[in-house]
């Protein structure tokens, strides 16, 4: 597609529920990477995929949160057991690496508001 | 531990003057700085980046300063306008791998 499409863009859940969050990147980019923004808070890092290669998944918050890509493309972001601060915007963002970031830049999707309540 | 820190959470500067929003950060070993723009209710949009070889990039109205030894960068949009009013996100990157994000400056311009 023409960018980074995310979906649903708005989700409430109740808390203990467990929610999936979609990623559809850029065709073609090979890097896909999940962040999340809090309120009041900067762009947090959770997880990037590479290729064939294994995740980076150094800033996942705990094991209740977990990613996927299937076939180099789509990504599914779950969360089970949500919890109230995990109310958050979910952002996701693809590139095609084909440079330095200096070159490349990300291109971000709208984000999916997550609300827990 | 925020290896990229944006002290100021806000910033209000008049149109047609000089807007200058601040990055610190921590790891001498980041090798590309980025700026990007975003507006509510859309993802960041990239805006300018520089390379640690470098200490300026220009784009326009748009400037990029760096300085590595107080491990520093700044963003200086000139002449500002109201249109440039936004939360704005220093990153950086580590020998291209994934961007780290300060916790961004809302500038607005007013007329």
């Known amino acids: 597609g023409a960018g980074v499409s995310q979906s649903p863009s708005n989700k409430v859940t109740e808390k203990g529920k467990d929610v999936e969050l979609r990623c559809d990147p850029i065709?073609?980019?090979?890097?896909l990477y999940w962040y999340r923004q809090s309120l009041g808070q900067g762009l947090e890092f959770l997880i990037y995929f590479q290729g064939n290669s294994a995740p980076d998944k150094s800033g996942l918050p705990s094991d209740r949160f977990s990613a996927e890509r299937t076939g180099g493309s789509v990504s599914t972001l779950t969360i089970q057991r949500t919890q109230q601060e995990d109310s958050a915007v979910y952002l996701c963002a693809s590139s095609d690496r084909k440079g330095p970031p200096i070159n490349y830049g990300y291109t971000f999707g709208s984000g999916t508001r997550l609300t827990v309540v | 531990d925020q290896q990229v820190k944006q002290n100021s959470p806000s910033l209000s500067v008049q149109e047609g003057r000089i807007s200058i929003l601040n990055c610190d950060y921590t790891n001498s070993m980041f090798d590309y700085f980025l700026w990007y723009k975003k507006y509510p209710a859309e993802g960041p949009t990239f805006l300018i980046s520089?390379?640690?070889?470098?200490d300026k990039n220009e784009d326009g109205r748009f400037t990029v300063f760096l300085n590595k030894s107080a491990k520093h960068l700044s963003l200086h949009i000139v002449p500002s306008q109201p249109g440039d009013s936004a939360v704005y996100f220093c990153a950086a990157s580590e020998n291209t791998d994934k961007l780290i994000f300060g916790t961004g400056t809302r500038l607005q311009v007013f007329p």
């Open positions: 520089i390379s640690s070889i470098k």
């Open positions: 065709s073609g980019h090979t890097a």
